[in-house]
C-alpha cells in the first residue's frame, strides 16, 4: 500500500506540475488532488522536493532498466531525453522555479549511474582504482549533462537523436582509453 501511495502523491504533483511551477503548488493542492489527508503526505515525504526526488528517482529507475553498459548507454540517454520531453511541462515548470536544483540533481544522479555502469564494464580486468573510475564517470557526467541542460534552456527543440549520435561519435573509445590512462598512471 505504501508504494500505492507513494504514487499516486507522485502522480498529483506531477499533475499539479503540468499546470504551474513547483514554487506555487503546496502539500495541501497534492493532498486535495490525491485525497488524501496531510498526516499521509508527511507519512511518506517530509516535504514536496522529496516527493519530487523521489518520482524523479522512481520514473528514471524505469527510464535506465538494462540500459547502463557501453552497448546501450546511447539509448539510455536517449531515454533520459525522452523522459525530459514527455514530462516537458513538469520539468519546464521545475527548471524555472527556485527548485531549478532538484531538475540538475536529478539529472546528475541519473546520468552517473548510467556513466557508472559503463566505466565499470569497460573497467572489467583492469587494474584501475575505484575513485578513478568514478572520476570518470562523474567528468563524462558534467558533460553529458551541460549539454542536456543547454538543451532544456533552449526550448527543447534540437533533436535528442541527433545529439545522442554526435556525442556516441565524439566519445567512441574514449572510455576505455580514460581507463586505461589511469590504469597506466603510478599512485
Same mark, same amino acid.
Given at each position: 500500500? &505504501?508504494?500505492?501511495? =507513494? @504514487?499516486?502523491?507522485?502522480? &498529483? ?7 504551474? *511551477?513547483? /514554487?506555487? %503548488?503546496? $502539500? %495541501? ?18 516535504? %514536496? ?11 528514471? &529507475? ?13 539509448? !539510455? ?8 520531453? /514527455?514530462?516537458? *511541462?513538469? $520539468?519546464?515548470? $521545475?527548471?524555472?522555479?527556485? &527548485? @531549478?536544483?532538484?531538475?540538475?540533481r536529478y539529472?546528475?544522479? $541519473?546520468?552517473? !549511474?548510467?556513466? #557508472? !555502469?559503463?566505466?565499470?564494464? =569497460? ?5 584501475? @582504482? ?5 572520476? #570518470?564517470?562523474?567528468?563524462? =557526467? ?23 549520435? @554526435?556525442?556516441s561519435l ?10 586505461e590512462k589511469?590504469?597506466?598512471? *603510478?599512485?
Amino acid at each position: 500500500m &505504501s508504494q500505492t501511495t =507513494k @504514487r499516486a502523491l507522485a502522480a &498529483s504533483l506531477k499533475k499539479l506540475l503540468m499546470q504551474k *511551477p513547483l /514554487d506555487k %503548488i503546496t $502539500v %495541501i493542492d497534492i493532498v486535495e488532488d490525491c485525497q488524501v489527508n496531510r498526516q499521509t503526505f508527511y507519512y511518506h515525504f517530509k516535504d %514536496i522536493y522529496d516527493l519530487l526526488e523521489w518520482a524523479f528517482v522512481n520514473e528514471s &529507475s524505469r527510464a535506465l532498466a538494462g540500459q547502463k553498459t557501453y552497448e546501450t548507454w546511447q539509448q !539510455g540517454f536517449l531515454n533520459i531525453f525522452q523522459w525530459v520531453l /514527455d514530462n516537458k *511541462p513538469m $520539468v519546464e515548470h $521545475v527548471y524555472h522555479s527556485a &527548485s @531549478r536544483e532538484q531538475v540538475e540533481r536529478y539529472l546528475y544522479d $541519473v546520468t552517473f !549511474g548510467l556513466l #557508472i !555502469g559503463v566505466v565499470e564494464e =569497460k573497467a572489467a580486468g583492469m587494474a584501475v @582504482r575505484q575513485e578513478d573510475k568514478e572520476f #570518470i564517470a562523474h567528468f563524462y =557526467k558534467f558533460a553529458f549533462v551541460g549539454i542536456m541542460l543547454d538543451w532544456i534552456r533552449a526550448g527543447m527543440k534540437a533533436d535528442p537523436e541527433r545529439i545522442v549520435e @554526435r556525442l556516441s561519435l565524439l566519445l567512441a573509445g574514449d572510455f576505455t582509453r580514460a581507463l586505461e590512462k589511469y590504469r597506466a598512471t *603510478p599512485r
